[in-house]
């Protein structure tokens, strides 16, 4: 799916889309010890169809899960493939919210496996595990009270609503691995945790993107409409659980000089403009671009702010004034406009101003001087 449509759903608030088993499998390998007695809240995950729900229910024993937690916000705009659940009025269940509560999970069916029959047979036999929730909204008092109860928290979040989720679990101390958009990194509320390094990139999606389910035709036209599948770029898991990746060192291997890492007119650092690129032999500020969070060790590197506007972190050495703006825009576009040079590094070329993509400003720690 191409990114503006993902743009033009979360104006529309068309939230519902699933993320595929084999990517949370690819991504939670990496996590297993941390479940161990633990209690894990997918709060945005509707039992018809999230593969949250059936990767913790079909993983339950191996965990060692105390128990698991799944509500979703005014039932689902689809039915599951997989797994059905039985109501007394099928259309009526699709409207309400509903929340799961597993504390044991047993090979009913007696095949010597747990298996997606097994949970069915849970849901549908044990009343206790499913009741209805008044929204499910992850907002609601009643959802809250479950996210106090949680240890750790899984799921899909709304993107519409990225940033108010994860003030949410900041708030409450929760531990968490959530999915977000990359561009969420440079949000105000967003960046300043990361800085403090108290949330971090998890191990990522293959090739960097993901495919969703999504069940809205409008979106869902661009990717594969027979199946509905769509492909988003610039997907990130969020966490802050610690895992081993953030403690592999960056192999560098380029040489800084003058003339390949050029200084920004507005900031006393050096353009990095790839990640591989980052010199060993600098010790002063460098620019870097935000894919760079995917290999951050904050043993090696510290972060020091951004490109931004509105100088957050104190490290703008030059604030253009509107005059100063326009020039640069008619300079690099031969016609009236408005080139806002304070929302970014910038680059002399030659007399010409111009700004280049959203940079992270870091400083490697241990710089290997020759």
Not at 141 to 146: A, G, K, M, R, T
């Amino acid at each position: 799916m191409a990114n503006k449509n993902l743009n033009a759903a979360k104006v529309a608030k068309k939230d519902e889309f699933y993320t595929q088993l084999s990517d949370i499998e690819r991504e939670l390998q990496h996590y297993g010890h941390h479940f161990r007695g633990k209690v894990v809240l997918c709060n945005c995950d509707d039992p018809y169809e999230s593969n949250f729900f059936k990767y913790f229910a079909l993983r339950f024993n191996q965990l060692g899960l105390k128990k698991l937690i799944c509500t979703c916000y005014n039932g689902s705009p689809v039915q599951g493939k997989e797994l059905t659940l039985h109501f007394d009025d099928e259309e009526e269940s699709l409207k309400k919210a509903y929340k799961v509560e597993i504390t044991e999970v047993k090979d009913e069916n007696g095949d010597g496996a747990v298996d997606l029959s097994d949970v069915q047979d849970l849901l549908q036999n044990d009343k206790n595990v499913m009741s209805t929730l008044k929204t499910g909204d992850f907002r609601s008092d009643e959802c809250i009270e479950l996210l106090k109860e949680a240890d750790i928290v899984v799921t899909n979040p709304p993107f519409s609503l990225f940033r108010e989720y994860i003030g949410q679990l900041m708030r409450y101390e929760k531990k968490f691995i959530i999915v977000g958009h990359q561009n969420a990194i440079t949000y105000k509320e967003i960046f300043p945790l990361i800085k403090e390094n108290k949330i971090w990139l998890g191990y990522g999606f293959k090739g960097a993107a993901a495919h969703f389910y999504s069940p809205y035709e409008d979106i869902a036209k661009s990717g594969n409409h027979k199946t509905n599948m769509i492909r988003v770029s610039g997907i990130n898991w969020f966490t802050n659980l610690e895992i081993q990746k953030r403690n592999e060192n960056l192999d560098l291997v380029c040489h800084y000089s003058d003339d390949e890492y050029p200084k920004y007119e507005n900031y006393d650092a050096i353009e990095v403009s790839k990640t591989v690129d980052i010199p060993f032999d600098f010790d002063g500020i460098m620019g870097v671009p935000i894919t760079f969070l995917d290999k951050y060790c904050p043993t090696q590197f510290e972060i020091l702010g951004m490109c931004e506007n509105l100088n957050l972190y104190g490290l703008k050495t030059k604030i253009y004034t509107p005059e100063e703006c326009r020039s640069a825009y008619f300079e690099k576009f031969g016609k009236k406009g408005v080139y806002d040079l304070n929302a970014s590094g910038v680059l002399l070329k030659g007399a010409r101003r111009e700004k280049v993509y959203q940079r992270i400003l870091i400083r490697n720690k241990h710089p290997q001087i020759l």
